[in-house]
């Protein structure tokens, strides 16, 4: 569940982006961000922190990105520090995804198979989820050992499940009901 205060400063950022058409370039920047955050134990900690004072997370976070980022995400992430609220940024980051993809029609959802998939494989599966929802759809695919067989595709409050497993499960309560 997405924190309403990082929601409330993702949707700000949102404007503020959309307005200076620079959604796009934001958007990545932001995820560029989440994963550094993410990957890296130090500035984790870092961010994290509520020992180390504003004014430092500040001063470190200018010398490490003024310059590098566009100025509405800089400007975001200096006021994140000021208000000691740097530790919803990864919240705040997600919130942001959530309203581009909800302003530009597009649903997210995973993919898992038991074996790598083609591209062209996963084009399909994106086209038929995109036909029966009805919404660009982008998934992310990765392989799941657990799956003996097929694929389990949640989008949204759709699960598409094309698994060995459920597909026994199925054979098995139609023998059942035929026998009884």
Known sequence: MINE??????????ELAKTSKNSERVFSELRTLKEV????????EFI???VIPPDQKIAALKGALEGKLCPELTQTLLLLAEKNRLPIFMD??????????EDHGVTRGTVRSAKPLSPEVRKDI???VT??????????????AKLLGG????VGGWTFDDSLETHLTRMSEEL???TH
């Open 37 to 44: 955050f993410a990957s890296n134990e130090t500035i984790s």
């Open 126 to 128: 994106e086209d038929k």
């Open 176 to 178: 059942n009901r035929r």
């Open 48 to 50: 994290l922190s509520p």
């Open 5 to 14: 205060v990082a929601r409330r400063y993702a949707r700000a950022l949102y």
């Open 151 to 154: 694929m389990v595709a949640q």
């Open 131 to 144: 036909q029966v929802i009805k919404k660009k759809v982008i998934l992310n695919f990765s392989e799941d």
């Open 92 to 101: 705040m980051a997600d919130a942001f995804e959530a309203i581009s993809d």
